[in-house]
């Protein structure tokens, strides 16, 4: 087929073909509630999710409620999270993001981005991520992978998360923008990797300025 012609274009092209490469547009954090997403996301920064889901399963056993993680002792924290680096300034982010919900929102997570950015440890990425995959909101998390692939694949030449952001939102469904993200990050993941894209085996490589089969 032709390649789509504005970005626009190929932002919803991509999405629909990624759509149907991942139907099921998963947050691969594990987690049961807005609390333990919001926590696992601050914890994700700089590591892997499956380096999260290994600590999260105890932290969340000692401090199932934020009520509980607003009063637990630093150090204790520190060393359940340590093995996800940078542990002293992740517990905490995540200490004092517990103490401000249970202090100024009653313990509940709230849904607008202008209260999410308010917490400790949290910016629009990780706001992004509760609004849209806890809360069904419109969101659109940008991460490293969704900042690589929208460049390769010429629907940006943004290189700042925020404004690239703002960008990308009119360009889709509101209710669309957080499947896009997670079904980004998911082809950044397993096909479209920084270093040696598999283009081979990459639903959109006829589409892609940056295939390396060209």
Same mark, same amino acid.
């Given at each position: 087929m032709s390649r789509p012609r504005t970005p626009k274009g190929r932002a919803r092209e991509v999405? =629909?073909? &990624? *759509?149907e490469e991942y139907p !099921? *547009?998963?947050c691969e954090l594990d987690h049961r509630n807005a609390y333990e997403l919001l926590t696992a996301t601050i914890l994700s920064a700089q590591t892997t999710d499956k380096r999260v889901n290994m600590v999260t399963p105890e932290l969340f056993r000692r401090y199932p409620t934020p009520e509980d993680l607003a009063g637990a002792e630093l150090g204790e924290v520190e060393e359940i999270v340590r093995s @996800?680096?940078?542990y002293a300034s992740k517990a905490k982010?995540? #200490?004092g993001m517990a103490r401000r919900l249970v202090e100024v929102y009653g313990g509940e997570v709230p849904g607008p981005i202008e209260d999410l950015v308010t917490l400790p440890g %949290?910016? =629009? $990425?990780t706001a992004? %991520? #509760?609004?849209s995959v806890a809360f069904g909101l419109p969101g659109l998390p940008?991460? @490293?992978h969704v900042l690589r692939l929208t460049r390769k694949l010429g629907i940006t030449a943004e290189t700042d998360p925020v $404004? &690239? !952001?703002f960008e990308l939102n009119p360009m889709l469904p509101s209710a669309e923008r957080g499947a896009f993200s997670l079904r980004l990050i998911l082809h950044g993941r397993r096909v479209c990797f920084a270093r040696k894209p598999n283009c081979g085996e990459c639903t959109l490589e006829d589409v892609c300025p940056a295939s390396e089969l060209r």
């Open positions: 999405h =629909r073909r &990624l *759509a !099921e *547009a998963i @996800t680096g940078f982010s995540i #200490v %949290v910016g =629009r $990425k992004n %991520v #509760v609004r940008v991460d @490293t $404004k &690239l !952001e």
